[in-house]
Nanobody
Framework: QVQLVESGGGLVQAGGSLSLSCAAS????????MAWFRQNPGKDREFVAA????????YYADSVKGRFTISRDSAKNTMYLQMNSLKPEDTAVYYC???????????????????WGQGTQVTVSS
């Protein structure tokens, strides 16, 4: 497992933008898959986006396609989520997650990921 630390959450008006970061502890991530999930109280954790560290293939939930962009900086061992055109329904705690030996057909599944950050709150006001 790796240690993951999210940052960048906050309060923004609908239509605005926020950028989240997930810093990973030092090791080689070339085989890793990393992802963003979100969760509201009383609800299941929801997949948002994922990326393969090697090659940079990306995966998105339909609800965020065209608005969110996932990326990574290998030199900084950091993953990002750029969120544009935010909506009130994007309000949630956002978590980053990682797995060293991902299965490609599980990229959107919570069960794939065995390392999780502590979460960062994103609130979008209407």
């Amino acid at each position: 497992q790796v240690q993951l630390v999210e940052s960048g959450g906050g309060l923004v008006q609908a239509g605005g933008s926020l950028s989240l970061s997930c810093a990973a502890s030092g090791r080689t991530f070339s085989s890793y898959a990393m992802a963003w999930f979100r969760q509201n109280p009383g609800k299941d954790r929801e997949f948002v986006a994922a990326i393969l560290w090697s090659g940079g293939s990306t995966y998105y939930a339909d609800s965020v396609k065209g608005r969110f962009t996932i990326s990574r900086d290998s030199a900084k061992n950091t993953m990002y989520l750029q969120m544009n055109s935010l909506k009130p329904e994007d309000t949630a705690v956002y978590y980053c997650a990682a797995n060293a030996r991902p299965r490609l057909n599980w990229m959107m599944r919570e069960q794939q990921y065995d390392s999780w950050g502590q979460g960062t709150q994103v609130t979008v006001s209407s």
